[in-house]
């Protein structure tokens, strides 16, 4: 909680996609999902977004009958994201993010 949501006793208004409701998303639906959350709170936790990585992998590299489309937009962004969370990343947690991934 945030100094002046304490103040105030509002909650942060974070988003925090999990597995469980986007594992089985193919990839058109995944997408609007994803939106739809961050539209309601644009800001999200780590979590989220290495939850919406890992699910972009799978659509791109092991889901079954996934169109060739579908597939290498999946690939595509899922490398952005990566990119994305890496310069995020200080140092020690490129090193702990790199593990985990990999």
Known sequence: MG???GIFGKKSSRTTLR???????PFLELLQFVKKE???????DASSL??????LFEIAFWDNHV????????AELAENLTSDI???LSTDGLEVYRTAVS
Do not use: C, N, V, Y
């Not at 961050?38 to 999200?44: D, E, N, R, V, Y």
């Not at 169109?67 to 999946?74: F, L, S």
């Open 3 to 5: 100094f002046l949501s």
């Open 19 to 25: 597995w469980e409701d986007i594992a089985d998303k």
């Open 38 to 44: 961050f539209s309601k709170s644009p800001t999200g």
């Open 50 to 55: 290495i939850t919406f990585q890992r699910r």
């Open 67 to 74: 169109p060739d489309g579908h597939r290498a937009k999946a």
């Open 86 to 88: 890496e310069k995020a």
